[in-house]
């Protein structure tokens, strides 16, 4: 039915109703049939959305949805429509705490024109949609038929299915950071040219004074003379050896499962978490969250591995500048003027989340700050050099950045910064606009 005829029935219905008692029985079949047609024409639009689209009324019960919204949208699976949805609120429908709990915010606080993106994990794989609100308006036609008010009478709710656009960007960052693997791999190339020359060299030195033995007298030469050359082939495969598990170790990629997460309420979590062993050791914990937490497209597991790992090597600057065992147990005192403060801060700046986790150590030199994100480079007796190499591909993975101040004998700053990802065209401003 084409716009101008779906405008001539709208207006033939609107007087028909105003005269609906004067109508033959033959036309109020004729009223009725059309009706009938427009109504099943709608539900065919909506059921051939590839957008999922729920219409609850003025008090969020559900009153219709279409197929695509039980594809899209984690619905439990114990209610239909038919049955006990007509008297659950919306939110009550849904199995994931996330997308339930923003549907009750904007009913409860009525915020509308709103879209925010969501992942949730559902047949082991991880989905991304961007769920919208709206008001759905109504026209209240005054007796006379000349004129009428609108009213909001519901609200349509839509969710796009964006896994796939997720997953592409996801890739494409992945094939991004594949690329600018040439450039290590010709270094190492070259690293690996200098102790394969030499290794070569002695190879050769050796293999002439053995044959040069066999053609005189028979004897081998000196044995002094042979193991030196032997640990000096010795020592530059050892050296090769490392260059290949350094290189190996910064090209593996990074196991990461990227969702949708709160990101305040992770490092509020993760805090809680190893609060007490901070406790223990007289160290300050300082937690600054943000107003605004934003959901960001991180691995939870592996951001509390950075976090983690951080706050870690500020315990350990802290107790390096503050031993506790330097401090007799009676002076308590002498205990709280010598104790280190870590602090962790969140905000949000240019459309990304930044946090900051700066302690009062005793600081690196510029030396050690140059090279504290490489493999295998550490200053600790028993560290390995790893852990703030994976702290950077991790924060890497997240499309972040991560940065390190540091001043010897007063502290460290690290500031992660982490984008936050865009839904696409911003709908109108929060509010009632359009009701």
Request: glycine letters at 4%; one cysteine or more; hydrophobic letters at 40%.
């Amino acid at each position: 039915m084409g716009e101008y005829s779906r405008g001539l029935m709208k207006e033939f219905v609107k007087k028909a109703s105003q005269k609906i008692s004067k109508l033959s029985d033959e036309q109020v079949v004729q009223l009725l049939d059309a009706l009938n047609k427009e109504n099943d024409t709608l539900d065919s639009i909506m059921e051939s959305l590839s957008t999922a689209l729920l219409i609850v009324n003025e008090n969020w019960v559900l009153k219709q949805k279409n197929k695509a919204s039980e594809r899209i949208l984690p619905f439990k699976h114990q209610y239909s429509l038919e049955q006990k949805e007509h008297s659950l609120f919306l939110w009550d429908l849904i199995d994931d705490e996330a997308i339930s709990s923003f549907l009750h915010v904007c009913a409860k606080e009525q915020k509308l024109n709103v879209s925010e993106e969501f992942s949730f994990s559902a047949t082991d794989k991880i989905h991304f949609v961007n769920i919208s609100v709206m008001p759905l308006v109504q026209k209240m036609w005054h007796k006379n038929g000349d004129s009428y008010d609108t009213c909001v009478v519901g609200y349509i709710i839509t969710a796009e299915d964006i896994t796939e656009k997720r997953q592409q960007e996801i890739l494409l960052h992945r094939m991004e950071s594949l690329a600018s693997l040439t450039n290590l791999a010709a270094s190492v190339a070259h690293e690996i040219k200098n102790p394969l020359g030499a290794i070569s060299i002695h190879i050769q030195l050796l293999q002439k004074a053995i044959k040069k033995a066999r053609e005189g007298d028979g004897l081998l030469p000196q044995e002094k003379f042979v193991e030196n050359y032997l640990d000096v082939i010795n020592e530059e495969i050892d050296a090769l050896n490392k260059i290949v598990l350094d290189f190996l170790f910064a090209v593996r990629p990074v196991q990461a499962t990227l969702q949708l997460s709160d990101a305040n309420l992770c490092v509020k979590k993760i805090c809680e978490f190893f609060k007490p062993e901070f406790d223990s050791k007289n160290v300050k914990l300082l937690l600054k969250l943000s107003e605004e937490s934003p959901r960001l497209l991180i691995d939870e597991k592996l951001f509390k591995e950075v976090i983690t790992n951080l706050a870690q090597n500020s315990l350990a600057a802290i107790n390096e500048r503050f031993p506790l065992d330097a401090v007799e147990p009676e002076c308590e005192s002498c205990r709280e003027f010598n104790s280190g403060e870590i602090v962790i801060e969140t905000f949000v700046k240019n459309e990304k989340y930044i946090l900051t986790i700066a302690d009062n150590g005793n600081g690196m030199d510029e030396k050690t700050l140059s090279r504290i994100f490489e493999p295998y480079y550490t200053t600790k007796a028993n560290g390995t050099g790893l852990g703030l190499t994976m702290v950077y591909k991790i924060i890497k993975e997240f499309r972040g950045d991560i940065n390190v101040d540091s001043v010897k004998g007063h502290g460290t700053v690290f500031t992660i910064s982490i984008p936050i990802p865009q839904s696409g065209t911003p709908l109108l401003s929060n509010g009632r606009e359009g009701a």
